[in-house]
């Protein structure tokens, strides 16, 4: 069973930045190439919904509402994901999850990090 550890998260003051990570252990170099990763959000009452991902063709994508002050990029050496969260207003406040997705349908979450942006 593939972990994700998750880090970053935190209390910030509108306008203010967070750099998340999501590591998958046990994975290897050539795996984490080969899987679509992601980042989604889910604030209270609300569904979970992409924020950015990467697929594995290099293709990236971001939510709309993101678009501008977020940004996603990973280290393949270090087999790390990262989210880079600039400009954060209240309503990007959510538990932020870390996706992997392998090209079989498998896909594992990491337990979530909690970002809160104060106004």
């Known amino acids: 069973q593939m972990e994700l550890v998750e880090s970053g998260g935190g209390l910030v003051p509108a306008g203010g930045s967070l750099r998340l990570s999501c590591r998958p252990s046990?994975?290897?170099?050539?795996?984490?190439?080969?899987?679509?990763l992601g980042w989604y959000r889910q604030a209270p009452g609300n569904q979970r919904d992409l924020v950015a991902g990467f697929t594995s063709g290099g293709a990236i994508s971001y939510a709309d509402s993101v678009k501008g002050r977020f940004t996603i990029s990973k280290d393949n050496s270090k087999k790390t994901l990262y989210l880079h969260m600039n400009i954060l207003k209240p309503e990007d406040t959510a538990v932020y999850y870390c996706?992997?997705?392998?090209?079989?349908?498998?896909?594992?979450w990491g337990r979530g990090t909690q970002v809160t942006v104060s106004s």
């Open positions: 996706s992997v997705r392998f090209r079989d349908g498998r896909e594992y």
């Open positions: 046990g994975m290897i170099t050539s795996t984490f190439r080969a899987v679509d």
